[in-house]
């Protein structure tokens, strides 16, 4: 049986020696964080151009939205950076020919599963903001605050990957695909 942990590809570059969880990982992080992106955009364009139906002043106007969307554009772009920087240094040892071990495996799904949940907190409250405006369907707010919520069941980002993670850092044993 082919060994997850130690992948043998017949072609392809060092990526392809990445474990498949570590793979995907990155590849639901990376979607997820541009999901979460794309609502931010959307509530900023509702922001600007809106007034609801029964507020006394438009999104732009109000100060928790101001917050809001500052502090969700650095969480965004501080766990898209966090996931480059560390799969950066994954693909480096991998190109040397070091296979990754339990610890780093863990580390880098624990990391996507982070950019995932960041990329599912601003994506709830960038429709809960947006009110009536997502609410009507069809609106892009809608797809991607479903869409993101249903990427985040997937089993490479359950929380077990924090699990693993801090097991690894507390020097416990783990399983890195459990």
């Not at 590849?27 to 509530?43: F, Q």
């Not at 922001?47 to 609801?52: D, H, L, N, P, Q």
């Not at 991998?94 to 863990?106: E, H, M, R």
């Not at 903001?129 to 985040?152: S, W």
Request: charged letters at 20%; hydrophobic letters at 40%; a positive charge.
């Amino acid at each position: 049986m082919w060994d997850l942990l130690k992948p043998k590809p017949r072609r392809g570059g060092p990526s392809y020696l990445f474990p498949p969880f570590s793979y995907v990982a990155k590849e639901h992080g990376s979607v997820a964080i541009g999901a979460a992106r794309r609502a931010l955009d959307e509530l900023i364009q509702i922001a600007t151009t809106t007034r609801g139906t029964f507020r006394s002043s438009r999104l732009d106007e109000r100060q928790v939205v101001h917050r809001f969307i500052g502090q969700a554009d650095l969480k965004l772009r501080a766990a898209r950076a966090l996931m480059h920087e560390r799969y950066d240094q994954f693909y480096d040892s991998v190109s040397k020919g070091n296979l990754p071990d339990g610890a780093a495996i863990a580390d880098v799904r624990a990391i996507c599963l982070h950019a995932t949940d960041v990329a599912i907190e601003t994506a709830t409250t960038c429709y809960h903001f947006a009110g009536n405006t997502g609410l009507h369907h069809p609106h892009v707010m809608g797809r991607l605050l479903r869409d993101l919520n249903t990427a985040g069941l997937h089993q490479v980002m359950s929380d077990t990957a924090y699990e693993n993670h801090g097991k690894f850092r507390l020097g416990l044993p783990a399983d890195p695909l459990a």
